[in-house]
């Protein structure tokens, strides 16, 4: 799987919109470009994915470089509670192995 | 249970025992991932179980690591002669299928404490 690339940290402030940026220049035409996030002392939860297109849900939006070779989570509103480590990853479609190669991630620090 | 389940949820035990840290996957999940954590690390992928397929065992650190699918749907990850080194939390996750777009569900966690 191609390698991502993030800011070790980022700081927001609650209720501000907070966009975590992700580098992904060797993506393939086939992968998937996935968020997951891990709160303190849980495992990591799923944020959203995207191919091409930005994808938006009920907890953030993707938004998808036209290049493919970056992209951002957007978290609308910032909370205490969205204080996470963020990972972006990138899983090739019709690959047969469904392990996930974590990074170190963003870690975000919402402050109130 | 919704969720993936994994017991114990903490283990403390002396350098040189073996132990077992269980996962529960969400029901009709065939797909089982387990991973670990060090304190202040990233997730380390440790091995994978998908249906009747041979698991993918790329990720154990040692011949000291095993783990087992029961049934398809119970694991059971071994820790035999436990080292300093294997302190961590371990992580267990399920998944419908593989597959680029199919979300991976993430127990809480079994964290292990080798003294």
């Known amino acids: 799987d191609a390698k991502t690339t993030q800011p070790n940290s980022m700081e927001s402030n609650e209720e501000e919109p907070v966009h975590l940026p992700c580098n992904h220049s060797?993506?393939?035409?086939?992968?998937?470009i996935h968020w997951y996030r891990q709160l303190p002392s849980q495992g990591p939860e799923y944020v959203i994915h995207?191919?091409?297109s930005n994808v938006n849900n009920r907890m953030a939006s993707l938004a998808i470089a036209e290049d493919r070779k970056s992209s951002t989570l957007i978290l609308h509103r910032a909370t205490l509670r969205d204080a996470a480590v963020y990972y972006c990853?990138?899983?090739?479609?019709?690959?047969?192995?469904?392990?996930?190669?974590f990074g170190q991630g963003t870690t975000l620090q919402v402050k109130p | 249970g919704a969720g993936v389940s994994q017991s114990p949820s903490n283990k403390v035990t002396e350098k040189g025992k073996d132990v077992e840290l269980r996962c529960d996957p969400i029901?009709?999940?065939?797909?089982l991932y387990w991973y670990r954590q060090s304190l202040g690390q990233g997730l380390e992928f440790l091995i994978y179980?998908?249906?009747?397929?041979?698991?993918?065992k790329s990720g154990l650190p040692s011949d000291r690591f095993s783990a087992e699918r029961t049934g398809g749907s119970v694991s059971t990850l071994t820790i035999q002669r436990t080292q300093q080194e294997d302190s961590a939390v371990y992580l267990c996750?399920?998944?419908?299928?593989?597959?680029?777009?199919?979300?991976?569900?993430f127990g809480e966690g079994s964290w292990l404490t080798v003294v």
């Open positions: 996750a399920s998944s419908l299928i593989t597959g680029s777009g199919n979300t991976i569900y």
């Open positions: 060797t993506i393939s035409g086939t992968d998937y």
């Open positions: 995207g191919l091409t």
């Open positions: 990853i990138l899983r090739r479609d019709g690959s047969n192995t469904g392990k996930l190669i």
């Open positions: 029901s009709g999940h065939t797909a």
């Open positions: 179980f998908q249906g009747n397929s041979a698991p993918d």
